[in-house]
């Protein structure tokens, strides 16, 4: 089991750039593939971002951020990055980050068994 606690979140204008950062412990981070959901009021929560576990050089992006956001990991730190850029009204949500055992980069939520409690990313006009 992986312990997640996720930071970086706040209010921003419409264009600017954020980067959210997910610090895990309790395990062996590199073992671990790392994903980000968001859920925005009212609505599902819905995957965005994973990158595959050891190195990290597979990821896969969500449609909507395709261009936008990244995702990447430093293992040394124990770490997995959100880096988002031109942030958009629709980006406004509780950003999520999760832990996966699988050896591919999932997307679905069923996939991830560890997951932090969030942090809010609220975007103006």
């Known amino acids: 089991q992986v312990q997640l606690v996720e930071s970086g979140g706040g209010l921003v204008q419409a264009g600017a750039s954020l980067r959210l950062s997910c610090v895990a412990s309790?395990?062996?981070?590199?073992?671990?593939?790392m994903g980000w959901f968001r859920q925005a009021p009212g609505k599902e929560r819905e995957f965005v971002a994973a990158v595959r576990r050891g190195g990290g050089g597979s990821t896969s992006l969500a449609d909507s951020v395709k261009g936008r956001f990244t995702i990447s990991r430093d293992n040394g730190k124990q770490t997995a990055y959100l880096h988002m850029t031109s942030l958009k009204l629709e980006d406004t949500a509780v950003y999520f980050c999760a832990a996966t055992t699988e050896p591919t980069i999932p997307t679905i939520q069923s996939a991830y068994r560890d997951w932090g409690r969030g942090t809010q990313v609220t975007v103006s006009s």
């Open positions: 309790g395990s062996t981070f590199s073992t671990y593939g």
